[in-house]
Nanobody, 124 residues
């Protein structure tokens, strides 16, 4: 069992930056693929960024490519999502998720554990 707690959300103006954090407990994060997802009101939850167990591989949704950086610190059991040049369309609840399976995935249904989310609001 894995517990995930997100933090770092808040209100930011367009063009600004935020750093989201995810703290894991109950299991070593090093054994899990990790990803960030987001969900805006009235929209489906969507993939934002993912990172492999070792941190060697990363993947980003086209919507945030060039503006987001995902990282992890397995020794601290934490992961982060740095987002720059934020846009109003980035407004959403951001969720940390992990996958115990061997393969990489960007699908919501393939994630095994989820945090409760942290709200990011970008004003124009």
């Amino acid at each position: 069992q894995v517990q995930l707690v997100e933090s770092g959300g808040g209100l930011v103006q367009a063009g600004g930056s935020l750093r989201l954090s995810c703290a894991a407990s109950g299991r070593a994060l090093s054994s899990l693929n990790m990803g960030w997802f987001r969900q805006a009101p009235g929209k489906e939850r969507e993939f934002v960024a993912g990172i492999s167990r070792s941190g060697a591989s990363t993947y980003y949704a086209d919507s945030v490519k060039g503006r987001a950086t995902i990282s992890r610190d397995n020794a601290k059991n934490t992961a982060n999502l740095q987002m720059n040049s934020l846009k109003p369309e980035d407004t959403a609840v951001y969720y940390c998720a992990v996958r115990a399976g061997l393969g990489l995935s960007t699908r919501v249904d393939d994630m095994d554990y989820w945090g409760k989310g942290t709200l990011v609001t970008v004003s124009s």
